[in-house]
């Protein structure tokens, strides 16, 4: 059998992972984006090269032997930013679940390990692969060992073999450190010459062969200054050839047997897999498939063609069961019923022709227990039954009573509490395309006995919310919103159709319009959409400072030319072009293509049991998410109209409730005052972090002010300041420091929660919402300062949540008390979006603001601005 090692350098392909992913979290909160993408990256090799032996090394510190001979090797790159730290132990504990062997040394670098590794490999005739993002390994590339290097992503890699070193470089491997002695190589700061780039190394390595023989034979050199530069850096040319030299007899104590892959270890795997969320490599390693041995008790239930009314009762559970859960394409499957009379189960065709059915759905005495109000309501509303009465709903109790338990799954919630021993629904229907409805007998078992579980569970439940404090928001806040939200879903937003059509087209046209100009601009005709053609028109032909490189060229990422604007006016035009591009095909097009046939309106779904900090978010389609930053964004809400004649748009927001909120919680003197006297919060910030008066605070004062203000809130830390802000990292942590000196409340309540939270495990917003921070006690310091973080922003996040929750309730209320036509049909963020008729308007200017500022009493007053008009984008 022949042997094969693949060594793995494990922080470049973490760091590739990290910035090439978005980032996404399990359920506990933590980031997992980078371990997603090594795992996705490690499965790929395993399967591709099937090694024998496998290790993957990591750097041990910032400080190595490399640093004795130039302190500042590698001094110019930034901190690691914490939502990557805390992924590390993870990428660790999944290695231990593979069966691979890690491997770290204190004073060397992976690179090190690899390069000593790969060779003793080579002497006992082993065939070496090496992957990395970092093209210093090329330098190891041989007959026995390829280097693949990252290109794009993590998945796109470039095959490195001598005979490819010599076709891309046209040098031999051996050589390449010569020319990151003379290049230099600024990811690492390691120095070169000034003024040597790729092609003069190279050029002058064809020639002279070595760096030493290059350094001994400058005068043969042609141009003068390239003489001179030679002569001026030769100490810092070999120190820099010495830096980016691997060292390939560094002293690594472990050996080639012990790098002996037998195999994942796949229970741990699964744990560890479960632990992070990846549901879909569990599905990979047939974890359904163990669910569907799940042995069920034996339950008696009856399938019913006519329902009468001896099979109802005063107090009842009801379960609909719907494979999807969209507006224009769910479809209930099949509804249970149980009660102290029996089992049952009933198609929805045979409810809606049942009129002892209707009477009892739609009868607010007797008494329902059921599982996703919201959905149950919509479901019902669409065959004309209005249902009343009910009193539990399990999903909201399971979310409130632990909203990082995210799962939808009946099963797991049943499991969670206390209720092993169901088949989940991926057992029962399958996954995806292989996703189906299974025969009456094995349907009708499942859905009756959710229906039979449902009951069961409701004590159990509100035990437990009686006991963490929560039984009222459950009670007074969830449960009576979710009626409000399924009245919303299904009355829906009428949508202009022929004006998203107009705006397409009027985009169109912008964006040829746009598209010759860039040419004009550009002197040439390319494709805008080839970041390859771009970076050559920009950087080649136009002369751009370069600011960041990828695999396959100059970056032309839209932060790269966020940092070019001032240099040429071309920027801006193409990044107005890409904008309008995503305008137009993200929103409009997808928009058009969710418009209901029948009703002509967009019935948005409102997620409630889903975000840690109890926001409501929107899918198919996110209408939260549509971008009003651009003027065309905003214009977007043009197509948003009543659905009646002579109605029109009344929309009304919270100004700044999180900081308001943390006002309140924090106590904090200055921002209470600030709130109190009605002033401009970002100008007070200004002021007192960088103690001018309000007159001098400028225009760039403010935006610093305001983008600390909601970083503090949202919990940012150094990195993700100096991110939005474009400023360093040390920079971005001076400005924080100083704003909690402004702020002393703001310190003080930061340190007491962290403090609060390590005591209870949990925090809680204002009306006992509840946030489990289990990593808050971590030894690890990057998992204890993400929950730290979390600790501090959640009760403010939590808090404006549940405000504009109860303020849709006591607007529903109210509304109804005044008895007026005026709907309610959308909340995003902040605001709440209502259609009127023009006669009730002056009414609603009166009671909207006195309804929404007097929700809840806060040491600040909540503020309330409010408009209308004849769409949504006019009511601004």
Excluded at 101 to 123: F, H, M, P, V
Excluded at 423 to 436: C, H, I, L, N, P
Excluded at 499 to 527: T, W, Y
Excluded at 578 to 583: E, T
Aim: with cysteine.
């Amino acid at each position: 059998m022949s042997k094969k090692l693949v060594l793995i350098d494990g922080n470049s392909i973490a760091y590739r992972a990290f910035f090439a992913l978005p980032l996404l979290n399990n359920d506990k909160g933590v980031h997992t984006n980078a371990v997603y993408g090594f795992t996705t990256m490690l499965q790929r090799i395993l399967e591709d090269e099937k090694p024998s032996h496998i290790l993957v090394a990591f750097d041990a510190g910032k400080t190595t032997f490399r640093h004795e001979t130039f302190k500042e090797y590698k001094g110019g790159r930034q901190k690691t930013p914490p939502e990557l730290s805390e992924q590390f132990p993870y990428i660790r504990e999944l290695l231990d679940a593979y069966g691979i062997k890690r491997y770290e040394k204190e004073n060397y670098e992976a690179d090190d390990i690899i390069g000593t590794l790969s060779l003793r490999a080579e002497a006992e005739g082993f065939d070496v692969k090496v992957f990395s993002g970092d093209k210093d390994l090329t330098q190891l590339s041989s007959d026995k060992t390829t280097v693949c290097i990252t290109r794009k992503g993590i998945t796109d890699l470039e095959i490195y073999t001598p005979e490819h070193v010599k076709e891309k470089w046209e040098i031999t491997p051996d050589r390449v450190i010569d020319m990151k002695g003379l290049m230099g190589d600024s990811s690492d700061n390691i120095p070169g010459v000034p003024g040597v780039g790729e092609k003069t190394a190279i050029k002058l390595l064809k020639q002279f062969g070595t760096l030493e023989e290059l350094l001994s034979s400058i005068d043969q050199v042609s141009g003068k200054k390239l003489k001179e530069k030679l002569e001026e850096n030769k100490e810092q040319a070999i120190m820099s050839k010495e830096l980016a030299t691997i060292l390939r007899e560094a002293p690594v104590d472990v050996g080639l047997d012990d790098l002996h892959y037998e195999g994942e270890e796949t229970q741990e795997l699964k744990a560890v897999f479960k632990d992070l969320g990846f549901n879909s490599l569990l599905e990979k390693m047939g974890e359904t498939v163990e669910e569907e041995t799940v042995e069920q008790e034996e339950i008696s239930f009856e399938v019913l063609d006519e329902i009468k009314a001896d099979h109802l009762a005063r107090e009842s559970s009801l379960y609909i069961e719907m494979l999807e859960d969209n507006y224009h394409t769910g479809k209930v499957i099949g509804i249970g019923l149980h009660n102290e009379k029996g089992t049952y189960f009933f198609s929805m065709e045979t409810a809606a022709a049942s009129p002892a059915f209707k009477a009892w759905a739609e009868d607010g005495e007797s008494v329902k227990h059921v599982y996703n109000a919201k959905e149950t309501i919509v479901s019902f509303l669409r065959e004309g039954i209005e249902i009343e009465g009910i009193d539990f709903d399990l999903l909201l109790a399971s979310y409130i009573i632990n909203p990082s338990e995210s799962s939808e799954d009946f099963a797991t919630i049943a499991k969670g509490h206390g209720q092993a021993g169901m088949k989940s629904d991926e057992a029962v229907f399958g996954k995806g395309a292989k996703q189906k409805v299974p025969d009456l007998e094995v349907l009708s078992e499942h859905i009756a006995r959710k229906a039979f579980v449902l009951w069961t569970l409701k004590g159990t439940c509100m035990d437990e919310l009686e006991e963490n404090n929560q039984q009222e928001l459950f009670t007074d806040l969830e449960l009576p919103l979710a009626l409000i939200l399924a009245e919303m879903e299904h009355t829906g937003v009428k949508v202009d159709c022929d004006r998203l059509n107009e705006m397409k087209d009027e985009l169109a046209e912008r964006l040829v319009e746009l598209e010759k100009k860039i040419h004009e601009l550009a002197g040439e005709s390319f494709n805008i959409n080839s970041p390859k053609q771009l970076g050559v028109v920009l950087f080649d032909k136009l002369g751009l400072p370069v600011i960041k490189k990828t695999k396959t060229g100059y970056s032309t990422s839209a932060d790269v030319l966020e940092k070019l604007q001032s240099k040429h006016e071309i920027i801006d035009y193409i990044l107005h072009y890409r904008q309008l591009g995503k305008l137009q095909s993200t929103y409009l097009e997808g928009l058009l293509k969710v418009v209901h046939e029948e009703t002509g309106k967009i019935h948005t779904r409102f997620n409630q049991a889903l975000t840690q900090t109890g926001r409501l978010s929107s899918t198919d389609p996110n209408l939260q998410n549509i971008p009003i930053r651009l003027e065309e964004g905003r214009k977007i809400r043009q197509a948003f109209i009543p659905s009646e004649e002579g109605w029109v748009m009344f929309a009304a927001d919270y100004s700044q409730i999180e900081l308001r909120v943390l006002a309140h919680i924090a106590k904090d003197e200055k921002l209470i005052e600030a709130f109190r006297n009605d002033m401009d919060i970002h100008t007070k910030t200004a002021m007192d972090v960088f103690g001018v008066a309000k007159e001098d605070v400028t225009s760039n004062m403010r935006r610093h002010a305001k983008a600390v203000n909601f970083g503090i809130v949202y919990g940012i830390s150094d990195y993700g300041l100096s991110q939005s802000l474009d400023i360093s990292r040390k920079e971005a942590g001076e400005f924080i420091n100083k704003y909690l000196e402004s702020f002393p409340g703001v310190k003080d309540y930061m340190e007491d929660i962290v403090q609060d939270a390590k005591q209870k495990g949990y925090v809680t917003t204002l009306l006992k919402r509840r946030r489990y921070l289990p990593e808050i006690t971590s030894r690890n310091f990057n998992l204890r300062s993400f929950a730290e973080r979390t600790a501090m922003n959640t009760p403010i996040q939590g808090s404006a949540a549940d405000i504009i929750k109860k303020a849709m309730i006591d607007m529903a209320a109210r509304l109804e008390k005044e008895n007026l036509k005026s709907r309610l049909l959308l909340q995003v963020h902040d605001e709440l979006i209502f259609e009127a008729p023009k006669d009730e308007i002056e009414i609603l200017e009166k009671i909207v603001p006195e309804v929404m500022e007097q929700t809840m009493e806060l040491e600040v007053p909540l503020k309330v601005d409010y408009s209308y008009g004849d769409t949504w984008y006019d009511a601004k």
